[in-house]
């Protein structure tokens, strides 16, 4: 497994991978719990859009016996560099539980590297030293991992959620991970068909940090600036792919910067200008403020992507929809996905069909007091 | 020994078949280059090359040849040293020069390529969907606050305050009145008006004429202060202190008393007839705490306007730059090494400082390791030729470039090189009364104007083929531009990989 440092260290075989892909999610709102096997039969009608070469998944709501633990997945090339990760994991947090990923052994899904969880928290002791929030310092954590540990990966490192992802066709993944013995209220997966292959599992989707998670269809056009713009506040772009920056701006926009969902949605999908300057003059102001302070987190090209945090999934469009999405309602249930059909295939008949505008996000958030 | 130890640069030849004896090349020759005894008489020895009586013979009766004259070959002395020593011996004292840097240095623009789309990522055809050029220029927070009001409705807890918005990312660079006829910054006052954009009066002061253009304007605070007073100071929609050119980094500007009329002289506030020297540094600046004193000095004067910083981008631009944003500056404005001016010893024109494609790419990465890129726009001037060079400028990491020399370009200049004469034939680098005057201000606007709009038209197009379609996702995007033909130690400080990387 390589890892990419600053650009001193480009390799010409593993750059940034354009890619194509299909997504699907669902959320159940009063937070009833849906087996992933599910999230895997919507996934399954979608394999024209993958190529085999990535898949994945993240389950909300999945490990309640540890809901107040961080849940660390971390792929590990050696045991060398698995003992030079946990102790590192030692040294900063207290380790509840650790353990190996469950897992199928599978003719499709080879190769696999060596995969762990571990629940913990991060230690007091290291809170007071550097004076960061919880959710700060596990960031830190991860980026240095993923930036300075060789041959390991963390891939996942939310709360009460999980990241499962491989290279594999989409259902071959979700049953390598066993994802039917997880219940969760809100799931989101991914199909992925790269334009080359570093076959590597790392750069399959969901995307993750913290409990952000990002399936993603597109190629952003203005990655070098978001990723110069996240940069500077820290976050380090290490994944091979643009779309870890989807995430990394989820992150940075809501959670640290407190923007209201919508109006990170409006940061990442700007409106234009000729439909700014005909609004009210206070509307006008805001996202002419937006677009000057934000810029840099503007995403330009075509995606659509499916966000999974805590509370809730979002699905967005690029500015001009360059990549389908559709949505659905059924009852408490709302959809997300590339394709009606992978919505159908598990809700055969949902209230409610329809295409969102480009920009417009789609929210599905758990009830209040769920 | 003959006066003429100089052999003559260029030959002017009249055509006495086609002259019709209409004596238009005499009065148009701001150099006296013709003479009319019969027929028409040229001295080519004054000759520079400006083409005025070409474009304005009515029977292409002139041409203007380069001087075939041999000089034996010798590869370490070009014949320009040799010329230059020649003159040098004849009358003592530095070589002086207009325009920007002449010499053929590397010029990393042109070995730089910009990305496009194809399959994976579709390209945007600018004829059909909006392409966004609008930017803002001042200091931004590093972040907003946002909250929902009693009826669910976003609102924005503070704004960000004293940012000028401008169309397109293209402003004209400071030229001022003096260096540059009224004529020539009217032209270029009504044209920055008609774009959305922004012009700099250069350190001459503001005639009372260009007053209406105010919210077009940003006023310049230079060493010699000419000019500066409240009023002029609150003219303009930001006020810009000019610590140096990139044609003449670290020294002084001096505009001789001939050039000094009544107008002029009203405007700098000096006698009629008197030189106007700029000292090289400002006598109440030699740190970087005393800039910090004038730039809240001037906002203060100013119910705090903008204050942009204009710096030659010299070695230690990176450092410099992150001192002046720390210093309190909304903008920092980099001339680099191909600047041009009106006049500047050939020896600090042609050697001092650094590319302006450097500078920038320094600059941006320094703000940003620091955290602090928000703080200042970064306007990128010194060689800014074409669009393309505006997109690879931006893509390195600029909000928005200046251009003087390509302005004064489509106003009819031809690079002669001889502003400090102040015998511009296309009255744009004069004084004199009857040369200025044929420069006509509306025309010299729409001629500004079209430029700008063509190249805003192929900004956009380049824009579309990457797969963009606003300004703000090309700023930085070093990611789009690969190299070809640097060596790697440019490529790594320029953070732009060699093609096929």
């Known amino acids: ?24 999610g669902f959320i159940n709102r009063d937070g009833g719990l849906v087996s992933g096997e599910v999230i895997i039969d919507s996934m399954r009608v979608m394999n024209e859009r993958g190529n085999g070469l990535g898949g994945g998944f993240a389950g909300y709501g999945i490990y309640p016996e540890y809901a107040d633990y961080y849940a660390i997945h971390i792929m590990f090339e050696s045991q060398e560099g698995k003992h030079a990760c946990e102790k590192l994991l030692e040294d900063n947090v207290v380790l509840e539980k650790m353990e190996e990923i469950p897992k199928e052994t599978s003719e499709r899904i080879t190769d ?16 007071l030293e550097c004076g960061k929030s919880e959710d700060d310092f596990i960031v830190d954590l991860v980026m240095s991992i993923n930036t300075s540990v060789p041959g390991s990966f963390v891939f996942s490192s939310g709360k009460n959620m999980g990241v499962f992802k491989a290279v594999g066709f989409a259902e071959d993944v979700g049953e390598f991970y066993r994802l039917g013995d997880y219940r969760g209220h809100a799931w989101i997966g991914h199909t992925r068909f790269p334009t080359n292959t570093p076959g590597w599992w790392g750069g399959a989707h969901p995307f993750n940090i913290l409990d952000w998670s990002v399936v993603h269809n597109g190629e952003i056009s203005s990655y070098g600036t978001n990723k110069r713009y996240l940069e500077m506040f820290g976050y380090k772009c290490t994944l091979l792919t643009d779309t870890e920056v989807m995430a990394y701006l989820f992150d940075l926009l809501i959670r640290k910067h407190r923007l209201p969902i919508e109006i990170a949605c409006a940061v990442m999908a700007a409106p234009f200008w000729k439909d700014m300057d005909s609004a009210g003059e206070e509307e006008r102001r805001l996202y002419e403020s937006l677009r000057a302070v934000y810029g840099g987190a503007l995403v330009n090209g075509p995606f659509a992507v499916i966000v999974g945090f805590s509370r809730g999934i979002i699905g967005l469009n690029d500015r001009i929809k360059l990549r389908p999405l559709v949505a659905a309602e059924k009852d408490e249930y709302l959809y997300i996905s590339s394709e009606e059909a992978a919505i159908r295939e598990i809700c055969p008949k949902p209230d409610r069909v329809w295409a969102p505008r480009a920009g417009k996000p789609v929210i599905g958030m758990l009830k209040d007091g769920v | 020994m003959p006066d003429r130890f100089l052999p003559s640069e260029f030959i002017v030849n009249v055509d006495h078949q086609r002259c019709r004896r209409c004596k238009r090349c005499i009065l148009n020759c701001g150099f006296g280059v013709f003479d009319f005894q019969n027929m028409t008489t040229a001295d080519s020895s004054k000759c520079v090359a400006c083409h005025r009586c070409v474009v304005f013979c009515p029977e292409e009766a002139i041409t203007i040849t380069r001087n075939p004259l041999a000089f034996r070959e010798h590869a370490s002395w070009d014949v320009g040293l040799r010329k230059a020593i020649w003159k040098q011996a004849q009358s003592p004292g530095m070589i002086l020069t207009g325009m920007g840097n002449d010499k053929p240095w590397l010029n990393i623009f042109d070995h730089l390529l ?17 392409m966004e050029l609008r930017t803002y220029l001042g200091r931004k927070p590093a972040r907003l606050e946002i909250e929902y009001d009693s009826q669910g409705k976003p609102v924005l807890r503070g704004a960000v305050e004293n940012n000028i918005m401008i169309n397109v990312p293209i402003i004209f660079s400071g030229m001022s009145y003096g260096s540059i006829s009224l004529n020539a910054q009217r032209a270029i006052a009504i044209a920055a008006e008609r774009l959305g954009t922004l012009m700099n009066t250069g350190e001459g002061g503001l005639h009372e004429e260009l007053y209406p253009y105010a919210n077009h304007i940003i006023v310049q605070c230079a060493s010699g202060r000419f000019g500066v007073h409240s009023k002029y100071l609150n003219a303009g929609v930001a006020v810009e202190i000019k610590i140096g050119q990139g044609a003449k980094p670290g020294i002084g500007g001096h505009l001789p008393g001939e050039k000094i009329g009544r107008e002029v002289s009203g405007t700098r506030m000096i006698p009629q007839g008197t030189d106007a020297l700029s000292p090289a540094p400002h006598h109440d600046i030699y740190s970087i705490e005393d800039l910090r004193q004038l730039i809240y000095a001037l906002k203060e004067a100013t119910g705090y306007k903008p204050v942009s910083v204009k710096i030659a981008t010299v070695h230690n631009v990176a450092a410099i730059a992150s001192g002046i944003a720390r210093a309190g500056a909304d903008m920092i404005y980099l001339d680099g090494f191909r600047g041009g001016t009106g006049a500047s010893p050939a020896i600090v024109r042609d050697h001092v400082g650094i590319p302006i494609e450097i500078a920038i790419a320094v600059v941006d990465e320094q703000l940003r390791s620091e955290g602090i890129r928000n703080m200042v726009s970064i306007i990128a001037a010194g060689g800014i030729r074409s669009s393309a060079d505006v997109v690879k400028a931006i893509a390195l990491g600029a909000d928005a470039v200046a251009i003087g020399t390509a302005a004064l370009v489509a106003m009819g200049c031809r690079l002669c090189q001889k502003c400090y004469t102040g015998n511009c034939s296309w009255g744009i680098a004069t004084q004199r009364p009857e040369l200025t005057s044929r420069l006509d201000p509306d025309w010299g606007a729409e001629r500004l104007v079209n430029l700008v709009n063509s190249w805003s038209l192929e900004v956009k197009e380049v824009l579309g083929a990457l797969g963009i379609n606003a300004i703000e996702s090309l700023r930085g995007n070093r990611d789009r531009l690969r190299s070809l033909g640097l060596d790697p130690a440019t490529n790594e400080v320029l953070g732009v990989r060699p093609a096929g990387m």
């Open chain 1, 1 to 24: 497994m390589e890892k990419i440092g600053k650009y001193k260290e480009w390799k010409p075989d593993l750059w940034r991978v354009p890619s194509a892909c299909g997504l699907s």
């Open chain 1, 112 to 127: 696999p590297p060596i995969l762990w969880r571990y629940f913990c928290k991060p230690r007091v002791e290291k809170i």
């Open chain 2, 114 to 130: 910009i990305d496009a789309c194809q399959v994976t990522n579709p390209s945007i055809d600018p004829l059909r969907e909006p």
